[in-house]
Antibody
Framework: QLQLQESGPGLMKPSETLSLTCTVS??????????WGWIRQPPGKGLEWIGSMYYTETYYNPSLESRVTISVDTSKKQFSLKLRSVTAADTAVYYC????????????WGQGILVTVSS | DIQMTQSPASLSASVGDRVTITCRASQSVSSYLNWYQQKPGKAPKLLIYDASSLESGVPSRFSGSGSGTEFTLTISSLQPEDFASYYC?????????FGGGTKVEIK
């Protein structure tokens, strides 16, 4: 059974760079046609897609594209999110998830990690 | 960006009720519409994909319909474990976008 697990800091200060890692277990991160993505959810609010990657191709939400980088380390079975110059508006639960391609839904999700941005 | 609008934002219902949630897209998404259930403190769980296909393991009381710009999620007989928030999501074009959610509460 595929499992995804997010890790990273829970508390950050404004202007810092958020770095999160998603570790994939129970399956391969480098085989098949799967995309690996990040979605976030501010407390009490809805879901926002941040971006996804497929092999070396990356796709970002234009609203965040200038601050986001998603990368993969297949040897560690991990993919990562970096979000630069965070503000309080970036406070959210961050989820990593898998989807087969653009036309398919997110079928496996991590449990999520709360990241709070506060001075 | 394709805007997804869900209605109602919340509803109160009793066990055994038939519940319908609507999702409208600002432009056609064909049938590339997915539904998720989210319980407090948990990740979303996929219920329906391609507007009407039931994800494996999801109870048959959940069903989806629609195409183009208007979609519905129906729970035929609400069970205690169905009290949760529900989100639609279009996978027609980038950026992928979600509806604002519908919270189903106990009456």
């Amino acid at each position: 059974q595929l499992q995804l697990q997010e890790s990273g800091p829970g508390l950050m200060k404004p202007s810092e760079t958020l770095s999160l890692t998603c570790t994939v277990s129970g399956g391969s991160i480098s085989s098949g046609s799967y995309y690996w993505g990040w979605i976030r959810q501010p407390p009490g609010k809805g879901l926002e897609w941040i971006g996804s990657m497929y092999y070396t191709e990356t796709y970002y939400n234009p609203s965040l594209e200038s601050r986001v980088t998603i990368s993969v380390d297949t040897s560690k079975k991990q993919f990562s999110l970096k979000l630069r110059s965070v503000t309080a508006a970036d406070t959210a639960v961050y989820y990593c998830a898998r989807h087969y391609n653009w036309k398919y839904p997110f079928d496996y999700w991590g449990q999520g990690i709360l990241v709070t941005v506060s001075s | 960006d394709i805007q997804m609008t869900q209605s109602p934002a919340s509803l109160s219902a009793s066990v055994g009720d038939r519940v319908t949630i609507t999702c409208r897209a600002s432009q056609s998404v064909s049938s590339y519409l997915n539904w998720y259930q989210q319980k407090p403190g948990k990740a979303p769980k996929l219920l329906i994909y391609d507007a009407s296909s039931l994800e494996s393991g999801v109870p048959s009381r959940f069903s989806g319909s629609g195409s183009g710009t208007e979609f519905t999620l129906t729970i035929s007989s609400l069970q205690p474990e169905d009290f949760a928030s529900y989100y639609c999501q279009q996978s027609y074009s980038i950026p992928l976008t979600f509806g604002g959610g519908t919270k189903v509460e106990i009456k």
